[in-house]
């Protein structure tokens, strides 16, 4: 699945690709940081004081995702399959919100 074209595919299967990613993570975020919490020897200090930083900022990155550009992408689809109007953006175009995630 990460080798597809996804040029050819639709945005709502993009849509659902990066839902489906955005779950898988937070699974693995919630098991890693039970065990970071659960480790009694120590070894792993630097990662217990560097993970809950990270995994704030990466969940507040895929709720920017999925609160702002998810919706508009399935707006955009609507739009082109002639089943709704035109989705407007709030920030005046959808590039200043992509411009940011990527900087995350």
């Not at 995994?55 to 709720?63: C, G, Q, R, V």
């Not at 590039?95 to 900087?103: A, Q, V």
Request: charged share 30%; glycine share 4%; with cysteine.
């Amino acid at each position: 699945m990460y080798n597809k074209n996804w040029t050819r595919e639709s945005l709502i299967e993009l849509v659902e690709f990066i839902l489906h990613h955005h779950c898988l993570i937070r699974e693995k975020l919630l098991k890693l940081q039970t065990l970071l919490q659960e480790d009694k020897s120590g070894s792993i200090g630097s990662l217990r004081e560097f993970f809950p930083e990270f995994k704030t900022k990466l969940e507040a990155h895929f709720d920017s995702e999925e609160q702002l550009l998810i919706p508009y992408i399935r707006q955009m689809d609507e739009f082109d399959r002639n089943r709704g109007p035109k989705p407007e953006i709030h920030t005046g175009s959808i590039k200043n919100p992509i411009s940011k995630l990527e900087y995350e």
